[in-house]
């Protein structure tokens, strides 16, 4: 007999023998009432937990098996859920050479249909911290290796996690979990859905023997793909409570972010194309980002930063920087929807604010500095060389300085921002902005060049919208403009109020010299005897009124004083009235003052215009007194 066939019919001899003694064996070792009451007992004295087992049957073949229904975990009396763990059924395979010992050891692990509750006290307990319940006085009976397993595997299961009012759920498919002996090389495949969302889950671990211990890692690697979108974690991963100790690198790879953010609740539109690059390191309760780029669309930001913790306190500091943002094709590159457009005569939106999440931030503070390149927000208008840093303190981010070149000029200042409260306080000092670019890079199609303005404000708001910031906006705000040429056909029209205004006989534009408004804002409406000054080459206008946030209207009242003495409308007119809408204006003669300009025109016609250069030589004299774009800033 060859020695092959030798060794062949010993191995079936054994194994004959192994099945046969396990067979005979197994009721003693493993009685299913001593089964149940060793468990409960460790139960008890590991975790103070009451742990229920119904009906428990012994299989011998093809391996020894012990078959359990209706296997429960209770939760802490604090939590809503009865019980932190339940499973239909658990079947636990046994390994058989230990049996022939005389000792049990659970190989695998099947579950089917089990449910798991975690859930977060208001005081920051959690149902699954079953070290919370340990009684150290006490230790459980039984072989302390009892589950010394190498494969788990769960089938149609649910975890749901209850925190702050708010409760995910997240259903397992299938999952399999295989390992060597002592938890080495751990190797785990799984299907899960959340928010009826899949995704499937790839992860290998080199060493779990430490798992919960403090301050215990592993090296490994964790791929998640969600269709179109694919995270792999690698590197040194924590496998304690308090996440120590950890070396990673992440890489996120996505055609469109959407499967990934519905997975996590998040229910936006599609996104474009995405990718990240993160690496992460955490020593002695400080976490270091060494590397973060991510890119999305056409934009790409970079940067670095430090968290750590002290007491209750997460302490950030961090850098982010960007060549180019446009920040209305950013968000829609993010697959946030488009602004909805707005009517004729309004200019403010009521999409909500991103008041939410600087809330999120309580318990956080820190300063992150930015630094962009180009940005363009969402009305169209540009900023270069944007520098800013933000301190933060929970909900409060203090923006302090910021700098900005825009509008053919430069700007600075600094911003309070409360995110519980949805309030704002603005410092605004702005030098050589064009009123020109205002309009070009709004999408306005005003013939009008030049008009650079100093601007100044100290503003203060609240509201979760644009529309409501504005109606409450209160504080000063002072415009010194310098000239501007609106250049139009209309300029010329005798029957356009504004044009015969503040333009000379058959020109055709408007030669402004200045623009002086002073904008005693409080609760969205500015109201002021005198508020905006105009001064063109022909003719000074001072007004009085009001401009409103709140109905988005304006109504201002002057007399129109000529500098020359030119027929006209600037010759003749009294009082003019501009009014309606802000983002439609128009003017017309004052109708208290229209007789007196009837009358004053009819004079001018039948001295063939000889009475209205008098009135007009008289009125230069006075207007040449006075200059409009100052007086609104006297006060009275």
């Known amino acids: ?139 459980a009976s039984a072989d302390t290796n009892l589950m010394d397993v190498t494969e788990v595997t769960i089938r149609n299961s649910d975890v749901t996690e209850r925190s702050k009012g708010a409760t995910t759920l997240l259903h397992i498919e299938e999952a399999n979990a295989q390992a060597e002996p002592g938890l080495r090389d751990v190797r785990i495949d799984a299907r899960v859905l959340r928010n009826r969302r899949p995704a499937t889950v790839k992860a290998s671990f080199a060493d779990l023997s430490g798992f919960g211990n403090e301050g215990a890692t592993t090296e490994g690697r964790i791929d998640l793909d969600w269709g179109k979108s694919q995270l792999a974690v690698a590197g040194r991963l924590p496998i304690d409570a308090a996440m120590k100790g950890y070396a990673v690198s992440a890489d996120l790879n996505a055609v469109s972010l959407h499967e990934m953010a519905a997975f996590f609740g998040d229910n936006r539109l599609p996104t474009a194309p995405a990718k990240a690059h993160i690496t992460a390191r955490e020593s002695q309760g400080k976490v270091e980002v060494g590397e973060l780029s991510v890119a999305f669309g056409q934009h790409v930001v970079t940067g670095r930063g430090e968290i750590s913790r002290v007491g209750a306190k997460t302490l950030v500091n961090g850098r982010l920087e960007s060549a180019r943002v446009d920040w209305e094709k950013a968000l829609l590159e993010l697959g946030y929807p488009a602004l909805p457009p707005l009517a004729p005569d309004e200019l403010f939106h009521e999409n909500p604010l991103g008041w939410p999440f600087l809330a999120s931030l309580e318990g956080a503070e820190g300063t992150v500095d930015l630094k962009l390149g180009w940005l363009r927000i969402r009305n169209g208008v540009e900023m270069k060389n944007v520098k800013a840093r933000a301190a933060f303190v929970g909900d409060r981010a203090d923006v302090n300085p910021f700098s900005m070149e825009l509008l053919g000029g430069s700007a600075n200042g600094n911003l309070l921002l409360e995110g519980r409260k949805k309030a704002l306080r603005l410092n605004f000092d702005g030098t050589h902005i064009l009123l020109e670019r205002w309009f070009q890079e709004r999408g306005r199609k005003i013939p009008l060049t030049g008009g650079p303005m100093k601007i100044k404000a ?113 010759a003749i007119a009294g009082d003019i009235r501009i009014g309606g809408k802000l983002r439609a204006p128009h003017a017309s003669l004052d109708p208290v003052s229209t007789p007196g300009v009837i009358a004053r025109g009819a004079a001018a016609i039948a001295t063939l215009g000889l009475s209205a250069v008098g009135t007009a030589a008289a009125r230069s004299a006075e207007a040449r007194k006075t200059d409009p774009c100052e007086l609104v800033f006297e006060k009275p």
């Open 1 to 139: 007999m060859t020695k092959w066939r030798k060794t062949a019919i010993w191995a079936l001899a054994i194994a004959v023998l192994a099945v046969a003694a396990g067979a005979f064996a197994l009721p003693r070792l493993v009685d299913p009432d001593r089964l149940k009451r060793v468990a409960r007992d460790k139960a008890a004295a590991a975790w103070s937990r009451e742990l229920s087992i119904g009906d428990v049957t012994l299989t011998f073949l093809p391996m020894p098996a012990h078959h359990a229904e209706r296997v429960a975990l209770a939760n802490p009396a604090w939590a809503n859920s009865r019980q932190l763990f339940t499973a239909e059924s658990v079947d636990a395979r046994l390994a058989l050479l230990p049996l022939l010992l005389g000792k049990v050891r659970v190989k695998s692990l099947d579950l089917d249909a089990a449910r798991v509750n975690l859930e977060t006290a208001p005081d920051g307990a959690k149902s699954w911290d079953l070290a919370a319940g340990a009684n150290a006085k006490t230790t």
């Open 458 to 570: 100290t503003l203060s708001a609240t509201g979760g919208t644009m529309k409501a910031l504005a109606a409450s906006v209160s504080g000063p705000v002072t415009i010194h403009m310098g000239p501007a040429v609106w250049s139009s056909e209309k300029a010329a029209h005798a029957q356009d109020v504004m044009a015969s205004a503040f333009s000379g006989k058959n020109s055709a534009s408007i030669d402004f010299e200045c623009v002086g408004a002073s904008l005693p804002f409080a609760s969205g409406r500015a109201s002021a005897k005198s508020i905006i000054g105009v001064s063109s080459t022909v003719s000074n206008l001072l007004t009085s009124g009001y401009v409103d946030f709140r109905e988005e209207t304006l109504e201002l009242r002057g007399r129109v004083q000529p500098k020359a003495a030119t027929v006209g409308l600037a």
